[in-house]
């Protein structure tokens, strides 16, 4: 039996997205499939509650912060204390940092390497602090799990003659169960009505608003849609992340004011209904670690747009539309294709719904497993 350490302070504290997601997701497989090894889950004490898990092999230690700074402070010194207290075996560390100075066997995960590979993406502080971190973790750490294969590569080429390729353990994502074919036309209708929007009539993204996202690209393949007479909306769905300037800029500029609909966070219990909804969901990112949007929008059908770049192609295979992303032709040809073409629409519709029904959370939780196993028995 092991004693498995899971720091989960990442997750932010409100408008769970992403990272956050995959934590919170995981800790939940993890515990519908294990109830032999001894967990003990650091986290904030709100989603200690969401949770709702009682299982005598899980317990709940309230830490982190709830500002960043303070957060990473804590990981660095206090959990470092709680692994020793708590007699941790193997820690595992889902947001790209660890704690240096740690006794415990270290399993840390790399959603992406985008401070790395694309560092005009974020401010100067987040590169120079993940850059190093990660650089340590990769150094010190027993397994590097990544959610893609895509990543993997990325990961092993970023650190080769640093990191052992033995080390690197993919672990795909999946999206959550709420996340299905809804049969609720009636509330698939309201829902689209409180964000102005009609069922089956728009173009949906979802996703923070930071510059990877390349939503001003959006924009301009949605301009030139509306310049060739198509009437749909277009719904951006996502809280602001950093750099996001631009967008509202592009937006004006544009004179989308009216057609484009942003709508900030939207909580999941009703996001379901707008993938539902949607005519297309276009995700045009620059790079994805996984892309979990892709995999949820194709879940409850809406046929999907998204890039050829990084992970996508790997989760969408043949059940979308791939297009370059600097390409603005490319991505308004995608989208009108699927307006237009009702043979395509409903093709895509059901190869996607079969597709992300080959990702799963229980074959994350049974890999992720395999990870600490393996760092644990120095099989890595």
């Given at each position: 039996m092991l004693r498995i350490g899971i720091d989960a302070t990442a997750i932010p504290h409100r408008e769970r997205v992403g990272a956050g997601n995959y934590i919170f997701d995981l800790v939940r497989a993890l515990a519908r499939a294990d109830a032999e090894n001894e967990y003990f889950v650091f986290a904030k004490p709100v989603h200690i509650d969401e949770w709702r898990i009682e299982q005598a092999n899980f317990h709940f230690i309230p830490g982190g912060s709830h500002a960043r700074p303070l957060r990473l402070l804590w990981e660095q010194t206090a959990l470092a204390r709680l692994c020793r207290q708590y007699r941790i075996d193997v820690l595992h560390s889902p947001h790209y940092t660890a704690p240096v100075f740690c006794r415990s066997r270290s399993v840390v995960t790399f959603c992406d390497t985008i401070f790395f590979s694309h560092p005009e993406l974020h401010t100067l502080s987040k590169r120079l602090f993940f850059r190093q971190m990660m650089k340590l973790a990769a150094r010190r750490a027993?397994?590097?799990?990544?959610?893609?294969?895509?990543?993997?590569?990325?990961?092993?080429?970023?650190?080769?003659?640093?990191?052992?390729?033995?080390?690197?353990?993919?672990?795909?994502?999946?999206?959550?169960?709420?996340?299905?074919?809804?049969?609720?036309?009636?509330g698939v209708e309201r829902i689209c009505r409180k964000h102005n929007l009609l069922a089956g009539q728009f173009i949906l993204y979802v996703g923070a608003l930071e510059p990877r996202k390349n939503v001003p690209t959006l924009l301009h393949a949605y301009r030139a849609l509306v310049d060739r007479g198509f009437q749909q909306r277009l719904a951006i769905v996502g809280r602001r992340g950093w750099m996001f300037k631009d967008i509202f800029t592009t937006a004006k500029t544009l004179k989308l004011e009216g057609r484009v609909i942003f709508t900030g966070y939207v909580p999941d219990e009703e996001?379901?209904?707008?993938?539902?909804?949607?005519?297309?969901?276009?995700?045009?990112?620059?790079?994805?670690?996984?892309?979990l949007p892709v995999l949820e929008a194709m879940a409850c059908g809406a046929p999907v747009v998204?890039?050829?770049?990084?992970?996508?192609?790997?989760?969408?295979?043949?059940?979308?539309?791939?297009?370059?992303?600097?390409?603005?032709?490319?991505?308004?040809?995608?989208?009108?294709?699927?307006?237009?073409?009702?043979?395509?629409?409903?093709a895509l519709r059901e190869q996607g719904v079969r597709r992300a029904a080959d990702f799963s959370w229980e074959k994350t939780a049974r890999e992720t497993l395999k990870a600490y196993s393996a760092a644990c028995e120095g099989r890595l």
């Open positions: 027993s397994a590097i799990i990544t959610i893609s294969a895509s990543t993997a590569r990325d990961v092993a080429h970023l650190f080769e003659g640093t990191l052992p390729p033995e080390k690197v353990r993919v672990t795909t994502l999946a999206a959550s169960s709420h996340f299905r074919l809804l049969n609720d036309a009636a996001l379901p209904y707008l993938y539902n909804g949607a005519r297309v969901f276009a995700y045009p990112s620059l790079y994805e670690g996984f892309g998204t890039s050829n770049a990084s992970s996508m192609p790997e989760i969408v295979g043949e059940a979308g539309l791939l297009v370059d992303p600097h390409d603005r032709r490319q991505l308004t040809e995608a989208i009108e294709r699927l307006i237009v073409d009702d043979d395509l629409h409903h």
